[in-house]
């Protein structure tokens, strides 16, 4: 066993995993956030997409302790609230970017990562950004069409809280 320390969520965690755990089971099975889907194994489908220090990784294509220290965050910790979405979520359910739900949570922080960096990505840009998160049941169209939302969402948002700073 090896002592293991990272910031999950916004919470500090240290545990106590076997050499051989993957970031995913350790996400699923140590700390119940389930959210994370184990879809393939072999990081084809993107369903465990995380975000790691800012940018999405692929949860079961890395131990846990190649994350040692870093910052992960999961699609449990988007929602403002049990009543505020994050815009990429709410972007998806307006657009219908969902209907399993299945990939979901991979397609949206892999979302989540791209407009951080990216905030007005065109469609070629986002389809090279989800290349790697799979989904069999919708066509695309909509996805994209969600990525587009909340980029609009996100720079309405961000225009918001521009405007309330320069009031107060």
């Not at 970017?97 to 949206?108: D, E, K, N, S």
């Not at 065109?122 to 790697?132: F, K």
């Amino acid at each position: 066993m090896n002592p293991f320390r990272i910031q999950l969520n916004g919470e500090p965690i240290s545990a106590e995993i076997a050499p051989t755990t993957l970031l995913v089971d350790f996400i699923r099975g140590e700390q119940r956030l389930t959210g994370t889907h184990v879809g393939c194994d072999t990081a084809q489908c993107g369903a465990c997409t995380v975000l790691v220090d800012g940018e999405p990784l692929k949860s079961c294509s890395v131990l846990a302790l190649q994350v040692q220290g870093r910052v992960v965050t999961t699609i449990e910790s988007l929602a403002a609230s049990e009543n505020e979405l994050h815009p990429v979520q709410q972007a998806f359910i307006e657009c219908h970017g969902l209907q399993c739900g299945f990939c979901t949570p991979g397609m949206v922080m892999a979302t989540v990562g791209l407009l951080a960096h990216n905030p007005d990505p065109d469609d070629a840009e986002i389809a090279e950004a989800l290349d790697g998160n799979l989904c069999r049941c919708t066509g695309y169209v909509n996805i994209v069409a969600a990525v587009h939302r909340a980029a609009q969402l996100m720079a309405e948002r961000s225009g918001q809280s521009e405007t309330q700073g320069a009031q107060a």
